[in-house]
């Protein structure tokens, strides 16, 4: 979906409300946004040419400017509700461009330093984006902001198929080719395999594992069941914000619906052990706790995800004994919907059977990267599926080295 035909139906929406005027200039019509690749050329031009009151979107730095010929100037077009602002700047939760996949692990206790990029509009191989990145991880959950991709919480590789979690999180800039990871923040507990989730102005970091399998939550209250959130714009300590109220999940996967929910979806639970099918949701704007909203088809363990508009989807995971096989590397595809049932369906294969895979959303697909599979055992296959017609998935290309549990982040 166009940005600029977002703002555009936006704008006219509120000029015809009689809610937007420039010195009395604009009236009810339909609203043209002039897009231009940053505001330097825009801006450096000789603009008398535009017509009074012509908005003017620049995709960097993502601004939205009014020309006004009484002032012979522009003037940015500013939102202070934080409701307002997620329909003009919709969640980043799909890329246009480019999805990426970082870290990871090659074999136990050998990990990977690589970041890939994988291209949205053409399919092929993925390119290197970082060769020595200075947090080697595996298993973190990710998030993204509209500038920056995020892996939180990450362990160090190790022959323990169980290590030593982390709280640290770390974040690359998308603009730059080898730009390395810098650590900008804590999360509250030392915690992997949690789920990343974002808004558009805030990171979120739900669920997870303090130690393996096991959680004890008297003795760490508010660990894996809490929600942590942060602003993009400060990148700070993370702050607990709430306890997940069903209780938590670990190895499970993380989606958002537009700019207001985040979902957590499979896993397994803590002690007694066993999977876990469960879809729990929190909303973004309020620092609440979460409820259990169904249950997707098949339990699956480290499984991947991507989200279109309207829909979640979880592909791939290690399977419990209802999903076909027992328990067994899987390749289903199970999709809900986010607006009426939570209760997935199975609309489709990956090309392999694997679980700690990488997902990637693109505006039309979802994409799955690398992860472990029966054989030979790490897999460097990059996968998409469309969104627009349930099916299976497609091998597209390769990453540049064979690897599990790496973090997927998307450009928008």
């Known amino acids: 979906m166009s940005r600029a035909r977002d703002i555009a139906d936006l704008i006219t929406a509120a000029i015809e409300a009689n809610t937007i005027q420039s ?5 009810g019509t339909t609203t043209k946004v002039n897009t231009h690749d940053s505001d330097g050329a825009l801006l450096a031009a000789d603009s008398s040419g535009y017509a009074d009151g012509s908005l003017h979107y620049m995709t960097t730095p993502r ?11 522009f003037f940015e077009i500013t939102v202070n509700s934080s409701e307002l602002e997620a329909i003009i700047l919709p969640g980043n939760h799909q890329g246009s461009s480019y999805g990426y996949v970082t870290n990871g692990e090659t074999h136990w206790a050998s990990g990977s ?24 991880s595996q298993r973190g959950a990710a998030c993204s902001s509209p500038s920056h991709g995020y892996v939180l919480a990450n362990s160090e590789p190790s022959s323990n198929p169980n290590p030593t979690p982390a709280k640290q999180v770390a974040r690359f800039a998308f603009a730059s080719d080898n730009d390395t990871q810098a650590d900008v923040g804590d999360l509250t507990y030392n915690i992997r395999k949690g789920t990343g989730h974002q ?6 970091r739900a669920s997870g594992t303090i130690n393996g399998l096991g959680y004890n939550p008297t003795s760490n209250p508010g660990g894996p069941y809490g929600i942590d959130k942060w602003a993009f714009a400060s990148d700070t300590n993370q702050n607990f914000v709430n306890k997940i109220q069903s209780g938590h999940q670990n190895y499970g996967a993380g989606q958002a619906s537009t700019d207001t929910h985040g979902y957590m979806i499979g896993g397994v639970e803590p002690a007694p052990y066993g999977w876990d099918r469960r879809t729990i949701k929190f909303p973004f704007a309020v620092d609440a706790v979460s409820s259990e909203i169904g249950d997707i088809q098949y339990g699956a363990q480290n499984p991947g995800s991507a989200n279109s508009e309207t829909d979640g989807y ?43 895979n990488a997902g990637n959303s693109s505006t039309t697909h979802g994409y799955s990267a690398t992860g472990n599979d029966p054989a030979p055992g790490i897999s460097n296959i990059i996968e998409k599926f469309s969104f627009a017609s349930n099916g299976n998935a497609s091998d597209v290309g390769d990453t540049s080295e064979v690897r599990g549990g790496p973090s997927g982040n998307q450009q928008i």
């Open 199 to 204: 808004s558009q102005s805030h990171g979120f």
């Open 113 to 136: 330093d690589k970041r890939d990029r994988i291209s949205f509009t053409s399919d092929g191989n993925s390119v290197g984006r970082g060769s020595d990145l200075s947090n080697i």
């Open 23 to 27: 010195d009395g200039t604009i009236t």
């Open 63 to 73: 601004r939205l400017m009014l020309w006004d010929d009484s002032d012979g100037g």
């Open 314 to 356: 979880v592909f791939g995971g290690y399977g419990d004994n209802t999903a076909p096989g027992g328990n067994t590397f899987m390749n289903n595809i199970q999709k809900f919907s986010f607006s009426s049932s939570y209760s997935s369906s199975d609309i489709g294969d990956l090309t392999t059977p694997k679980d700690n």
